[in-house]
């Protein structure tokens, strides 16, 4: 009996032994499963930094991650035009200060005067550098960076032609070419009106147009005039201006990290004299 009495007795013990074991084998893979809800697999955690810095700050700021893209017309010398393949001019080289400024590498894009503004809202382009004004319609589409260059507004006529100054323009009925989407072309359509104004989709053209006596005249930017005048036997400059304005660079409303950085280069290089130097550089 008392034999039976300890068989009994060992027996339960080795029951309430294997009882405590089950009980630590499932309290133990309950511990680990509540550590890795704290957390993140190392995969996701390595791409959550990548997009919310690199991805982040390329998306919010340039349109390329390393480059800041240029959005010009390169036919308005002195301020973009071809030298060969390459574009040239006071806005390529002021872009490429600005550039070196913000640590990025400039790319130059060449398209329609009229497509900039397009093309810069659209993302297919950081800034424009045109000889852009700026003007009120524009605001409503586009932000300006703080002007870097003046600009004058000229009229251009054959040797010989009758009108003899700006004032003649309002006096008559005659034909008057301008670059499609110029500040030219905007003063001249609000102040002849539509039916004495043709765009033309380059100043060559708008020339090419007043040689061949098509129209009486154009109206364009000072600087990229003296370069027609002088490439184009006869034609001259009037005497009087048509209008006084400010270039300044063109960016995406309501990207303010970029027009900042734009702006605080643009200070920097009048204040150091570089704009001044590029400016000397192209116009005597």
């Known amino acids: 009996m008392k034999n039976m009495k300890k068989l009994m007795a060992l027996l339960l013990a080795l029951v309430m032994i294997f009882a ?18 704290n957390k993140a697999p ?6 959550g930094d990548n997009n919310s810095a690199a991805d982040k700050e390329t998306a919010d700021f340039t349109v390329k991650e390393g480059k800041l893209i240029m959005a010009t017309n390169a036919y308005f010398q002195p301020y973009e035009y071809y030298e060969g393949d390459k574009i040239v001019g006071i806005d390529a080289e002021i872009a490429a200060a600005i550039a070196k400024k913000l640590g990025l590498e400039l790319e130059i894009q060449d398209m ?3 497509s900039i503004i397009t093309a810069v809202n659209a993302g297919s382009a950081d800034f424009g550098l045109a000889g852009m004004t ?3 319609d524009r605001l409503k589409e586009i932000d300006f960076s703080i002007s870097y260059a003046n600009g004058v507004q000229v009229v251009i006529v054959k040797e010989g ?6 004032d003649d323009l309002s006096a008559g009925k005659q ?3 301008v670059q499609l989407g110029t500040t030219g072309d905007i003063y001249a359509t609000d102040d002849f009106g539509d039916d004495r104004v043709t765009s033309y989709t380059t100043g060559n053209e708008a020339i090419n147009a007043l040689l061949k006596g098509d129209i009486d005249c154009v109206i364009i930017d000072n600087e990229p005039a003296k370069a027609f005048v002088k490439n184009n036997k006869g ?6 201006s048509y209008a006084d304005e400010d270039y300044a660079a063109c960016i995406k409303k309501g990207n303010k990290e970029l027009l900042d950085a734009v702006n605080e280069a643009i200070d920097e290089l009048v204040a150091d004299g570089t704009i001044d130097a590029i400016v000397a550089k192209y116009i005597k």
């Open 134 to 136: 700026v003007t009120e």
């Open 161 to 166: 032609s009758a009108i003899k100054s700006v």
């Open 20 to 37: 405590f074991a089950a009980c630590g084998s499932d309290e133990a893979p309950a511990d680990d499963n509540k550590g890795d809800e």
């Open 42 to 47: 190392v995969s996701d955690v390595a791409d």
């Open 112 to 114: 329609a005067f009229d």
């Open 175 to 177: 034909k008057i070419g």
């Open 235 to 240: 034609l001259k400059i009037l005497d009087t």
